[in-house]
Nanobody, 121 residues
Framework: QVQLVESGGGLVQAGGSLRLSCAASGRTFSSYAMAWFRQAPGKEREFVAA????????YYADSVKGRFTISRENAKNTVYLQMNSLKSEDTAVYYC??????????????WGQGTQVTVSS
């Protein structure tokens, strides 16, 4: 069983920055691929970014490439999402997810409860 707890969301002006954190339980965190997804009101959940178990490989949605950075600290069982140059269209609930299969494209089988990010224009 893996538990994921997100934090760091809030209200920010357009052009500003936020850093989201996701703390994971479990002794095998370092073997999981981790990702961030988001869901805006009235829209389907969409992929944002993913990082491999080692942190050596990352993958981003085109909409956030160059603005967001995903990283992880396996010693702290934590994954981060640094969000810069935020836009109003980034407003959403952001979810952390873990893939116990370990691959970036593997199914994500554990999810956090989400943290709200609101960008005011």
């Amino acid at each position: 069983q893996v538990q994921l707890v997100e934090s760091g969301g809030g209200l920010v002006q357009a052009g500003g920055s936020l850093r989201l954190s996701c703390a994971a339980s479990g002794r095998t965190f370092s073997s999981y691929a981790m990702a961030w997804f988001r869901q805006a009101p009235g829209k389907e959940r969409e992929f944002v970014a993913a990082v491999s178990w080692s942190g050596g490989r990352t993958y981003y949605a085109d909409s956030v490439k160059g603005r967001f950075t995903i990283s992880r600290e396996n010693a702290k069982n934590t994954v981060y999402l640094q969000m810069n140059s935020l836009k109003s269209e980034d407003t959403a609930v952001y979810y952390c997810a873990a893939s116990t299969a370990g691959g970036l494209a593997s199914p994500y089988d554990y999810w956090g409860q989400g943290t709200q990010v609101t960008v005011s224009s």
